[in-house]
């Protein structure tokens, strides 16, 4: 049987552009996406000249150095990808770059998911203009859900790009900036498809472990950067742990919401436990009360996202914990290899 080279040629053209048609919303959001990535990747400065110029303030050449003696000793003593990610900087003038919209169901704990090739299914999505993230957010509440907006510190395009240094990471303090490095370094290193619990609360273990580990070599066990990282994560699990807690609360709530239940019933009913959560917060044993105030104040009003993102970054972290000094003998780099392995092998990561 002859192939007629021509028709198959046309017959694959022709699907493509049915794909076009069919996605085009998707194209146009990844093109969107990959404009406001490469607009940062282009007009970021290569940190080593940024450290040679005389105007650069010394605080922020310290800040630079630091960041460096993160990533290689998270690649070196962690186990984390080798790249140049954090090697670039790029100046945000003090303004968010990126927006990200969160959604969940009014009256279950059940986030909005959205689909992108290569990374499947996922519970939030980014816009480089607020603008689209606010129309985003409101086509999602047309379809029923209550939503939430956030800019990030910084997020990962999981080895795509080299990741340049946000500057307005530099207000961070040591603890914090070297877990936010070690975290997107994670993310780069291994990233399992459609497992955005997994995937979150894993960065969120190493960064946290790992930095931990980090100041503790580089200033020294009991420094005071060291010290006040470690009260930073006990006023932390606090926090999140009395979220978790009463992210069950609301759950169990919603649970007793039948078909009968009115709207009015359930609207007031939620309200009340989350007014009730909310006062909670205030009265946690905390070693810096104050800047659990400050977000209480930034917050308008809490509502299912907010629950959910905790789920999503620490339900897991205690798994973690037990797996590290049960299963790895307290050896993160073994930890994270092990990890990054059964993914390369398509296995399941369970501990």
Do not use: C
């Amino acid at each position: 049987m002859k192939l007629n080279f021509r028709f198959i040629i046309k017959f694959l053209l022709l699907l493509l552009a049915a794909a076009a048609v069919w996605n085009y919303k998707l194209i146009g959001y990844g093109i969107s996406q990959l404009s406001g990535q490469l607009h940062i990747i282009r007009n970021a400065v290569p940190v080593t000249e940024v450290l040679n110029n005389p105007a650069t303030p010394d605080s922020v050449k310290e800040k630079l150095i630091y960041i460096d003696q993160v990533r290689r000793y998270a690649m070196d003593s962690l186990g984390l990808k080798n790249s140049d990610n954090y090697t670039t900087l790029f100046d945000q003038q003090g303004k968010p770059v990126m927006w990200v919209v969160t959604a969940s169901l009014p009256y279950e704990l059940k986030a909005f998911e959205w689909w992108f090739p290569v990374i499947g299914t996922v519970s939030y999505k980014g816009f480089f203009t607020e603008e689209k993230a606010l129309r985003e957010a409101e086509k999602v509440k047309e379809a029923g859900y209550e939503t939430d907006i956030y800019s990030p510190y910084a997020w990962s395009t999981l080895g795509y790009f080299t990741d340049p240094i946000l500057s307005n990471m530099l207000y961070r303090g040591p603890g914090r900036l070297a877990d936010l490095i070690i975290h997107e370094l994670t993310h780069a290193t291994v990233y399992l498809k459609s497992s955005v619990d997994f995937n979150e609360n894993f960065a969120t273990f190493v960064g946290e472990e790992g930095a931990g580990r980090f100041l503790k070599h580089h200033f020294g066990e009991g420094s005071m950067e060291h010290t006040r990282f470690v009260q930073f994560l006990q006023d932390d699990e606090i926090y999140h742990q009395y979220m978790i807690r009463s992210a069950q609360r609301l759950d169990s709530l919603y649970k007793t919401f039948s078909s009968e239940t009115s709207l009015n019933t359930k609207e007031t009913q939620k309200q009340a436990m989350l007014i009730e959560i909310t006062n909670g917060i205030r009265d946690l044993p905390y070693h810096q009360p104050e800047r659990f105030q400050k977000m209480l104040d930034r917050k308008v009003q809490l509502n299912n996202t907010d629950f959910l993102a905790y789920l999503r970054y620490r339900k897991d972290q205690s798994v973690f914990r037990d797996a590290l000094e049960k299963k790895y003998n307290g050896d993160l780099r073994a930890m994270v290899e092990d990890v990054v392995k059964k993914s390369e092998r398509g296995e399941e990561v369970e501990f």
